[in-house]
């Protein structure tokens, strides 16, 4: 008789209560192609699931930069590819997409869900490299007719607790998106002046407690207490802001936390040097009549591109741009909280 197949039993997380809080727990959520309907459910009831990133205005995009089949994009975030897919659509299995992300754990696992989707090398080209590299893309490329940059984090970033991006839960301080380069937030904490932390902290995320949080950070890490998990940083800012007023106190804390972490994100990736690269280069990267579209969810990240697109279309490097910003619609920021704080502007290279 045939021997059976011995496979040995894997036991189904265990979590305590009727369902699984922690990001580990929610194995439903991190296996979206076995549990196609938690998913759905999940993202009815308008979260994101564990794992996984909802983009955000496709429509609005695609709109945007009109895609016809034969052409070539680069997509400088590629994230969870959602984009990247929806771009890919349009092109009909004529033209190319060249994509980028610095996030080597996150990129790798869109690569093959892209792969198994179809989207081999022959029309997509993925790189593990910084989007300020778009020189050298385009070089190789010979010129974009389309370009995409949804910046920042992306939710499988935020949620996963070893990565500390989010003050919500415990983790290491880390925030970077690379964690195989440069160093983690609680490494830049470590040796940080008090002037300096709080020129980052009002720099980068406009923190109006920035003084009393720099002293107190600093403070605590003098006194031989490391601030290396999200959680350590998070009880110093509830206990900075422990005077404010108990009506506002809870709120004020959440808001200074995620300003916090912010400022810290942006600080450890460099997030405003490259991207001041990226809207200097991109202009030469565009082919004649080329259009771009960036996603941006923070004041001084929109300012700067901006700034960047008014003064190109000044001295007539674009023909049109975005005067005003474009906004998700009511509709998508009930179902995608996430989007609420987006904001798109576009250009079109003369
Ligand atoms: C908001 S997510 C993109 C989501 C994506 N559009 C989608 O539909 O799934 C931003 C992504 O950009 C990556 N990223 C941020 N800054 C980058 C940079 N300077 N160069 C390359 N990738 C970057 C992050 O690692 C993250 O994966």
Known sequence: MEQEQQTPHKRRV????????????????????KYQDTIEHVIKKGNTPAGMHISIMVQEILDTLKIQPGETGFDATLGYGGHTKAMLACLNGQ??????DVDPEESAKTKKRLEELGYGEDILTIRLQNFCTIDEIAKEAGGFDFILADLGVSSMQIDNPKRGFSFKVDGPLDLR?????????AERLDTITREELAGMLYENSDE?????????????????SRIDTTTKLREVIEKTLDFLPEKEKKDTIKKTC?????ALRIDVNREFEVL????????DALKPGGRVAILTFHSGEDKLVKKAL?????????????????????????QNGRARSTKMRWAVRA
């Open 14 to 33: 265990r979590y305590k209560g009727k369902y699984p809080k922690k990001f580990e727990e929610k194995y439903k959520e991190l296996q979206p192609e």
């Open 95 to 100: 033209g190319h997409i060249y994509a980028t």
């Open 177 to 185: 998106l690379n964690q195989e380069a440069g160093i983690s937030a």
């Open 208 to 224: 109006p407690y920035c003084e009393e949080l720099a002293k107190a950070i600093t403070d605590e890490i003098r006194k031989g």
């Open 258 to 262: 995620q300003r916090t972490f912010q």
């Open 276 to 283: 001041y690269e990226f809207m200097e280069k991109l202009p």
């Open 310 to 334: 008014k003064e190109g279309c000044r001295a007539g490097i674009y023909a049109d741009y975005s005067k005003d910003v474009v906004r998700p619609s009511a509709q998508e920021c009930a």
